[in-house]
């Protein structure tokens, strides 16, 4: 045991040590570590104080000072995150980037983004800020990769109120696929393996979003609302509930979309082409999933690839994006995603990204374990 531990102390200093140049004084950089350090401590709750008391510190103040005063590079440190991310779990045909939010719950009025809005944590409308995240996911894993904080628009139609919460003057309104689009073109451009994008109704209802990835040639399966308009074969307009409804008994196939907690998710899947108008080597569907036990429930997306890709693909997508909901689990309970008091717009991309690096290290770990477990079981004996 005594050895495990040193490997993951060095393997911890090699870490953040990747991280060092995002940090151009000293404090800064041992402070950063500090933190992460206590990030995947077994405090149970990781905020200022306890981040503190875990470093053997009096009081938070040199954790708050990370965050809201120390000169350092905050998106560059979310890049790096990103790399060390893909280079563990990266796989260019099976990758999928996934889309999504979630709600972080807040008393009062002056935290960046705060509003009365809905909250999946909460499955309410509760006073909150929305982060939307971008995850990474493959056979080798899932971690976050990218996020955004949501400004509703009477955040960022009162330019007083945004500069009393450290907002600059050139962020503006951007809805939750706009977001989304931005984490995606970063992914692009800092070159993140990938075959696929997929997200919830929230994103495939939006049609400029669909069309962005469209447009960009990058395969996706989104979810959109039955009542989503699809253009059929026959060139009409029709709602995606109707489509699916005259489809035979016999266009639907038994699948799994992934394991589950309690083994293979099976449903009854089925697909239909549809946009006629297409560029030549691309197909568009739309797929829908009916479940076994109850055939009145349905989930609708809509999907655009390689002309001959198969239903069975398109459904391993669209399984895919729990993943994302699995990633926000595994950061709030293990890294403290959720555990700041902080109320900075700043401050509130910086502790976001250091939970983010946390869990990518825990990424690496499980990584070695399992490189560790397949050599032992290939070992002659």
């Given at each position: 045991m005594a050895d495990v531990t040193l490997g993951w102390s060095a393997g911890f200093e090699a870490f953040v040590g990747r991280f060092a140049g995002r940090f151009p004084r000293v404090e800064a950089r041992r402070r950063m570590a500090s933190y992460v350090r206590g990030l995947l401590s077994e405090t149970e709750r990781k905020n200022g104080w306890t981040l503190a008391e875990a470093a053997g510190e009096p009081g938070p103040e040199g954790m708050q000072r990370l965050l809201n005063f120390y000169a350092w590079d905050t998106s560059g440190l979310r890049d790096d995150v990103r790399d060390v991310?893909?280079?563990?779990?990266?796989?260019?045909?099976?990758?999928?980037?996934?889309?999504?939010?979630?709600?972080?719950?807040?008393k009062g009025t002056k935290s960046a983004g705060v509003a009365r809005q809905y909250s999946g944590t909460a499955g309410r409308i509760e006073n909150s800020q929305i982060g939307v995240f971008l995850a990474y996911a493959s056979p080798e894993g899932r971690a976050l990769i990218d996020r955004e904080l949501y400004l509703p628009k009477e955040w960022t139609g009162d330019r007083e109120r945004c500069r009393a919460a450290g907002v600059p003057d050139d962020v503006a309104f951007a809805t939750k696929p706009a977001l989304a689009q931005q984490m995606i073109e970063r992914a692009v451009l800092g070159d993140v393996p990938f075959g696929w994008v997929t997200a919830d109704e929230a994103y495939g209802q939006d049609t400029k979003f669909r069309l962005w990835l469209e447009a960009c040639d990058i395969p996706h399966v989104v979810a959109v609302p039955k009542s989503a308009m699809v253009v059929a074969m026959n060139l009409t307009k029709v709602r995606s509930h109707h489509v699916i409804a005259d489809l035979p008994e016999a266009a639907w196939k038994r699948l799994s979309c992934g394991d589950g907690a309690r083994g293979p998710r099976v449903s009854d899947w089925a697909a239909t082409e549809i946009r006629p108008l297409r560029r030549t080597g691309w197909g568009h569907w739309l797929l829908a999933r009916r479940s076994i036990n109850d055939p009145s429930d349905l989930a609708y997306y809509i999907c655009f690839a390689g002309a001959d890709t198969p239903i069975e693909e398109l459904v391993r997508v669209a399984g895919s994006r729990w993943a994302i909901e699995e990633c926000f689990q595994a950061t709030k309970n293990e890294t403290g995603l959720d555990h700041y008091q902080v109320r900075g717009y700043q401050a509130w991309y910086r502790h976001i990204t250091l939970s983010m690096a946390a869990s990518a290290f825990l990424v690496i770990v499980r990584d070695a374990a399992k490189k560790g477990a397949r050599t032992r079981a290939h070992r002659p004996r």
């Open positions: 991310v893909v280079e563990c779990l990266g796989d260019a045909r099976q990758g999928v980037l996934i889309v999504d939010e979630t709600g972080f719950l807040k």
